[in-house]
C-alpha cells in the first residue's frame, strides 16, 4: 500500500516536472541573437566596444539559425552575436572563429555574461570560414558538462571590404561542427519586454503637439499599442506617439503603452497631458498692399492655428476702421 502510494507521488512529481521543463522549453528560441550597430568607422572590436550605441541602441536585430552573420553586406558596421550553447557531450571543446575585420569570441563557465573570457580572436580579417590563417583565431581546449548552457558572445567590427563572421567547434572526439549549428544553440537574453525609458507627463499649449515615448531594453520583436483613457488608439502602434495638434479638451487625458514581445507583456506607467490655454495675444509683423483696399498680413506671437484666427480678427475690425472708410 504504502509502495503503490509512493509510486503514485513520484508519478505526479515526475509529470509535473516534465511540464515545468517542457513550459520552459517552448519559451526557448533556438539560434543566435544578431546586433548590428551601423554608421562605425574603423576595423578594431574597440570601435565598436566604445561607440555610444553599443550595447543598448543596434541599429537592428534578428535571430540567425546558426553561429555565422550574413557575409559581404556592408561598410563600417560592428556587431555583437550571442547565445546559449549546450555541448552534447562531456569532454573538452575547441573553438575557432573566423571574420572580417577583428573580432572576438568570448565563453562563460556558466550561463551568465559575467563569467565570460576571451578564448579566441582575428587580430586581422580572414575570409568567410578561414579557420586557421591566425593561431589567435583557435582556442585551448575548454572543458565543458553535457547539457550545461554556456554563454558565448562574438563581437566582429567591419571597416571597409569584404566582411564575415563564423564559429565553429570541435567536440572531444575530434568531430567539428562548422559553424556551430542551430540544434546546439539557445537565443540568450530574450524575455518579456523591458520598459527603459516610461512615458512622461506632458504640458503643452493648445495648438502644439504632445510627443508620449517608451523605451525598451530589447526592441526586438515587440510591438507597441498607446491606450487614451483606457482605449487603444487607431495607429498609436510605434515606439512613440504624437498627437497635434492639441485641444483644450485633451487636457487631463492619459496616456499608457502596451508592449508584447513573443516571450511576454507590460503596461508602461500612465502619463498625463495637460493643455494650457493659448493667451498670447499676435502681434502685426509686416503688412502688403496688393493693390486698392486688398492688404495682406502676417502674424507673429501667439502659438499655432489661433494666433492666426486672433490676427485674423484683429486686422477685420482695423481693416474696417481705418482702411475703408
Ligand atoms: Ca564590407
Ligand atoms: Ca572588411
Not at 553586406?73 to 571574420?99: C, D, H, M
Request: charged share 15%; proline share 6%.
Amino acid at each position: 500500500m504504502k509502495s503503490t502510494l509512493t509510486k503514485a507521488l513520484l508519478i505526479v512529481a515526475l509529470t509535473v516536472f516534465w511540464l515545468g521543463e517542457s513550459g520552459q522549453l517552448a519559451a526557448q528560441t533556438a539560434g543566435v541573437l544578431r546586433e548590428v550597430y551601423s554608421g562605425i568607422t574603423g576595423t578594431t572590436v574597440a570601435d565598436l566596444t566604445n561607440n555610444v550605441n553599443f550595447p543598448n541602441n543596434p541599429t537592428s536585430e534578428e535571430v540567425l539559425t546558426v553561429f555565422e552573420a550574413p557575409t559581404d553586406v556592408a561598410e563600417n558596421y560592428g556587431q555583437r552575436l550571442t547565445a546559449y550553447v549546450v555541448p552534447p557531450t562531456s569532454g573538452n571543446y575547441v573553438f575557432w572563429i573566423a571574420s572580417d575585420d577583428n573580432s572576438t569570441l568570448f565563453l562563460s563557465t556558466d550561463d551568465t555574461p559575467a563569467k565570460k573570457r576571451v578564448i579566441a580572436y582575428v587580430p586581422g580579417w580572414t575570409s568567410s570560414r578561414e579557420w586557421t590563417k591566425y593561431s589567435q583565431q583557435q582556442s585551448s581546449a575548454i572543458s565543458l558538462a553535457a547539457g550545461q548552457r554556456y554563454y558565448i558572445e562574438a563581437l566582429m567590427k567591419e571597416g571597409g571590404g569584404g566582411d564575415n563572421l563564423a564559429v565553429r567547434w570541435q567536440f572531444p572526439n575530434a568531430t567539428i561542427e562548422e559553424p556551430i549549428p542551430n540544434n546546439r544553440l539557445q537565443v540568450y537574453g530574450l524575455g518579456p519586454p523591458q520598459i527603459t525609458q516610461q512615458p512622461t507627463n506632458v504640458t503643452v499649449v493648445e495648438g502644439g503637439s504632445a510627443t508620449f515615448s517608451v523605451q525598451l531594453a530589447r526592441a526586438f520583436g515587440a510591438t507597441y499599442q498607446w491606450l487614451r483613457n483606457g482605449f487603444n488608439i487607431p495607429g498609436g502602434t510605434n515606439s512613440a506617439y504624437t498627437l497635434s495638434p492639441v485641444a483644450l479638451g485633451d487636457s487631463d487625458a492619459q496616456f499608457r503603452c502596451y508592449i508584447v514581445n513573443p516571450q511576454g507583456n507590460t503596461n508602461s506607467s500612465t502619463a498625463v497631458l495637460t493643455v494650457q490655454a493659448d493667451i498670447t495675444p499676435p502681434s502685426i509683423a509686416s503688412v502688403a498692399n496688393l493693390g486698392g483696399n486688398t492688404f495682406v498680413g502676417a502674424g507673429r506671437g501667439g502659438h499655432g492655428h489661433q494666433s492666426v484666427e486672433l490676427f485674423n480678427q484683429q486686422w477685420d475690425r482695423c481693416d474696417r476702421r481705418r482702411l475703408c472708410r
